[in-house]
């Protein structure tokens, strides 16, 4: 670090009004090196630039396009087209972040510096990673990246998200689909649940002699009530839930014959949605940030790694306590983190965040449920804020959904011009 910024972190920060005063004419800015363009890295570069323009920023982030998991269960069951879920980053440059078009593979957190996959470095003051998931590879017997083509994850949006279109639309009415959902944590918990209730309408509209069974490793999952009693209504007798207790845990998998076996038994499918065991995106184990959990423990204030000083972790990365894994979890937590890094980087004290998440599900297109909380930091770790949040009414009248279905589109639209437009 140069005198000069030693300088510029001397002076004291007007936290409250997140600003930084000025450092004196001619001092070198502040460095700081975002891994991960999507809901976390991408919103928290553009804060940080938005708290205090001098902060140089550099989001490092291989894709020229983003492809957005919200609503991509909506795209699986041909209600939307990939192109509604892409963003670039023009947006993001335009506010003065340099947005390097890269692969991060290494990070020398005494030396403060990233390496990119060209081999070149970029030095840092404070390094926030945001690099989502990756898929535990081998975790479930059977299923590797080859399993994958097959029979598709669609946990990362994308390609994965087409395949799994693609075998739907290929497949003749009567057959069998399968999801299995992973045990907790993973990214996304209403994901699965969403999933299977718009292949069931997909199914339902298109191919009525087909079946749908979800196979758990848990026995509770997120807005259960509200799912099951939405499916109750709409898909009698076309999708079948299985919990862990009745043998819905996948112990194994077939690529070749799309088979799924569980203790109690085989399922040969026509099509296999198979949502496997995850992991914080590999550069965060790379880092020394991720626990033997494969997640990263965080300081719930600041977002600093409980493992390696100088460097942040947020988004699905995190380990944030009582917060899940979902889009508006990492923005929220991007802002929080960048606040605080400013004020890191001026030498101040970041104050206590509360941070909120809310999600919302699609059970049919005009059926819309959500989730909402509020969180703080308590005892170590993001807790609940009692008596905050709640779930959409169990009883509710029709146009009471259909208007949640509208607000999660309008959620969606805000939440990706907030983070690339
Ligand atoms: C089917 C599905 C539906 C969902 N629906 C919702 C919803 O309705 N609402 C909601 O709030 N959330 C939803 N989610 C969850 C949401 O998508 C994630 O929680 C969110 O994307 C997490 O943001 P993130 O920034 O941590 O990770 P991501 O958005 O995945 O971004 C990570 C970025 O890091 C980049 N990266 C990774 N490694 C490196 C590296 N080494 N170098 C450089 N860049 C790297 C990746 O290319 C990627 O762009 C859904 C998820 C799924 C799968």
């Known amino acids: 670090m140069t005198t000069s910024r030693r300088e510029f972190l001397r002076i004291g920060v007007a936290v409250s009004a997140g600003l930084l005063p000025l450092p004196a004419f001619g001092q070198a800015a502040p460095r700081v090196v975002i891994v991960g363009g999507g809901f976390a890295g991408a919103s928290c570069a553009r804060a940080l630039r938005h708290t205090d323009g001098r902060i140089a920023v550099t989001l490092v982030e291989p894709n020229a396009t983003f492809t957005a998991c919200p609503f991509s269960n909506a ?90 279109r693609r075998q739907l639309e290929a497949m003749d009415d009567g057959g069998l689909v399968v999801i299995s959902a992973p045990a907790n944590p993973f990214r996304c918990p209403p994901g699965p649940y969403e999933r299977a209730s718009l292949i069931a309408h997909y199914l339902k509209t298109k191919k009525p002699k087909s079946k749908l069974i979800v196979l758990d490793a848990k026995d509770a999952f997120s807005k259960q009530r509200l799912f099951q009693s939405a499916w109750a209504e709409l898909y009698p007798g076309l999708l079948e839930w299985v919990p ?143 008596g905050a949040g709640g779930v959409s009414p169990a009883e509710a009248p029709r146009g009471a959904r259909a208007a949640e279905a509208v607000l999660a589109e309008a959620w969606f639209r805000t939440i990706t011009s907030g983070v690339f437009g």
């Open 75 to 164: 795209v699986i069951g041909g209600l939307r087209e990939i192109s509604a879920q892409q963003f670039t980053y023009e947006r993001v440059a335009a506010d003065g972040i340099t947005v390097t078009r890269a692969n991060a593979t290494a990070v020398d957190a005494s030396a403060r510096s990233v390496t990119l996959g060209n081999g070149a470095r970029l030095a840092y003051d404070r390094l926030v990673l945001a690099p989502g998931i990756d898929i535990r590879w081998g975790a479930l017997a059977g299923y590797d990246e080859a399993a994958s083509t097959q029979m598709p994850h669609a946990w990362k949006a994308g390609e994965q998200t087409l395949l799994l």
């Open 244 to 386: 862990l207790s009745k043998g819905g845990k996948v112990i194994s998998v077939d690529p070749a014959t799309r088979t799924l076996v569980t203790d109690f038994g085989r399922h040969q499918a026509k099509v296999a949605n198979v949502i496997p065991p995850q992991k914080a995106g590999h550069i965060a184990e790379v880092a020394g940030v991720a626990d033997r959990s494969g997640w990263c423990p965080i300081d719930p204030v600041t977002f600093e790694s409980k493992l390696q000083p100088g460097i942040h972790v947020i988004g699905d990365a995190a380990i944030a306590g009582a917060m899940p894994k979902s889009a508006f979890a990492a923005n929220s937590q991007a802002k929080t983190c960048a606040a605080a890094v400013a004020t890191l980087l001026a030498g101040a004290t970041p104050s206590s965040p509360k941070l909120i998440n809310t999600c919302y599900s699609l059970v049919a297109p005009d059926y819309g449920i959500s989730v909402a909380g509020v969180y703080q930091p308590t005892g170590g770790q993001l807790a609940d804020v009692p």
